[in-house]
């Protein structure tokens, strides 16, 4: 079975200041691994994926996530945080196509909210 | 570019009764999956249509079931309902049931109370 942990529920940060939030997962095989961004009352938008090649992956709105594969992590960092990053993120695993049986089904951590000060 | 879509996007039911949301996918996306996502927690995977076909299921009882339609839209359907069924439910589309092309995008989600 695959998991996800995010073991932090809140992380502050102050604007200018780099961040990041922390991801682990575990699961069968090399995996997919994304980040996604929840702003209140909204659905769920991507910010960057992992499937294979450089382990540090540049996404959306100048965040990126460094794939670990010893320390089964996927930390998602940001060099300056922005008042407007407030929000609640969430990590995900997918396992490789032969073993999800077809299917690309989506594990989720529960979240880490993010809070951006000035 | 059309994005994926959910209707209602409020919906208030009493216990017992039965609900049917709809999804449209993303343009060019035939794949569509569905998660609720409880108060205060991630997204959990209720089951996922490729083909008008049921190909992944999570752990969610009969009572969720579902349908895709020949123009790749979706609809879950929720029978019993009970309190612990109110949720933000999400529907993602993407390109294929696997590989990289399977990236999702999410719907902004429909917001389903039980009373």
């Known amino acids: 079975a695959q998991s996800v942990a995010q073991p932090e529920d809140q992380v502050n940060v102050a604007e200018g200041n780099p961040l990041t939030v922390k991801c682990t997962y575990s699961?069968?095989?090399?995996?997919?691994l994304f980040w996604y961004v929840q702003y209140p009352n909204r659905g769920l938008q991507f910010l960057l994926k992992y499937i294979t090649g450089d382990n540090l992956v540049k996404g959306s709105y100048g965040f990126e996530a460094e794939f670990n594969k010893s320390q089964t992590s996927f930390h998602l960092k940001k060099p300056s945080a922005l008042v407007s990053d407030s929000a609640l993120y969430f990590c995900?695993?997918?396992?490789?196509?032969?073993?999800?049986?077809?299917?690309?089904?989506?594990?989720f951590g529960t979240g880490t909210q993010l809070k951006v000060e000035l | 570019d059309a994005g994926v879509t959910q209707s209602p996007t409020h919906l208030i039911k009493t216990r017992g009764q039965q609900v049917t949301l709809r999804c449209s996918p993303k343009s060019g996306h035939d794949t569509v999956s569905w998660y609720q996502q409880a108060l205060g927690q991630g997204p959990q995977f209720i089951f996922q249509?490729?083909?008008?076909?049921?190909?992944q299921r999570g752990n969610f009882p009969d009572r969720f079931s579902g349908h895709q339609f020949p123009n790749y839209s979706s609809e879950l359907n929720v029978n019993a309902l009970l309190l612990g069924d109110s949720a933000l439910y999400l529907c993602?589309?993407?390109?294929?049931?696997?590989?990289?092309?399977?990236?999702?995008?999410f719907g902004p989600g429909t917001r389903l109370t039980v009373t």
């Open positions: 995900a695993v997918r396992g490789p196509y032969i073993l999800t049986g077809g299917g690309n089904k989506l594990t």
């Open positions: 249509y490729y083909e008008e076909e049921e190909r």
């Open positions: 699961v069968s095989g090399n995996p997919y």
């Open positions: 993602a589309s993407s390109l294929g049931s696997g590989g990289p092309l399977g990236e999702q995008y």
